[in-house]
T-cell receptor, first 114, second 114 residues
Framework: DTGVSQNPRHKITKRGQNVTFRCDPI?????LYWYRQTLGQGPEFLTY????????KSRLLSDRFSAERPKGSFSTLEIQRTEQGDSAMYLC????????????FGPGTRLTVL | AQSVTQLGSHVSVSEGALVLLRCNYS??????LFWYVQYPNQGLQLLLK??????LVKGINGFEAEFKKSETSFHLTKPSAHMSDAAEYFC????????????FGKGITLSVRP
């Protein structure tokens, strides 16, 4: 068990550029979640997958955001035409659909949009 | 709909003193409840969870929490604070099954004075 990993850890981009983040979950976990955390706030749910199916998306997830989990393993979160308001920590978590639904978090990707 | 209220944004205690961090929740279904800790520039680490078994839950690093349905509370306590406990603490609620997304409170920063 190597834990949840996220890449890159930090990303600085200019407004209007596209960015993509990657999350690798714990290997036996079939659920994968994305959250966004801004300074001084708790994480907010964005979306989650069970295997390769995207089961829920938050209304926070505008059409500039898209997430995929093509083979039910790693996931990518893409933000198109970034805005300064997208600056945040993007957290990934994984868990199992059986049992007590505990989610284990990765270290996050900190996005800064200039 | 589910929500979490963490009153106050900052708690300061002396080393060796009791730690009490408050959490109240709202949920239309029997909830799962969690406390996570976040150290600077890191992801979230699970401290403990309530999943409808014992109402007094013991977690890592000497923390525990008690689920009180009548008060809709899940307060976190530790008998004796250590300097290493200084961090941000988040209470979260989720449903079960497909409704597994976490809804977080705003978090409480714990400072420990020598």
């Amino acid at each position: 068990d190597t834990g949840v990993s996220q890449n890159p850890r930090h990303k600085i981009t200019k407004r209007g550029q596209n960015v993509t983040f990657r999350c690798d979950p714990i290997s036996e976990h079939n659920r994968l979640y994305w959250y966004r955390q801004t300074l001084g706030q708790g994480p907010e749910f964005l979306t989650y997958f069970q295997n390769e199916a995207q089961l829920e998306k938050s209304r926070l997830l505008s059409d500039r955001f898209s997430a995929e989990r093509p083979k039910g393993s790693f996931s990518t979160l893409e933000i198109q035409r970034t805005e300064q308001g997208d600056s945040a920590m993007y957290l990934c978590a994984s868990g199992k659909s059986s049992g007590t639904d505990t989610q284990y978090f990765g270290p996050g990707t900190r996005l800064t949009v200039l | 709909a589910q929500s979490v209220t963490q009153l106050g944004s900052h708690v300061s205690v002396s080393e060796g003193a009791l730690v009490l961090l408050r959490c109240n929740y709202s949920s239309s279904v029997p909830p799962y409840l969690f406390w996570y800790v976040q150290y600077p520039n890191q992801g979230l680490q699970l401290l403990l969870k309530y999943t409808s078994a014992a109402t007094l839950v013991k977690g890592i690093n000497g923390f525990e929490a008690e689920f009180k349905k009548s008060e809709t509370s899940f307060h976190l306590t530790k008998p004796s604070a250590h300097m290493s406990d200084a961090a941000e603490y988040f209470c979260a609620v989720s449903g079960t099954g497909a409704n597994s997304k976490l809804t977080f409170g705003k978090g409480i920063t714990l400072s420990v004075r020598p």
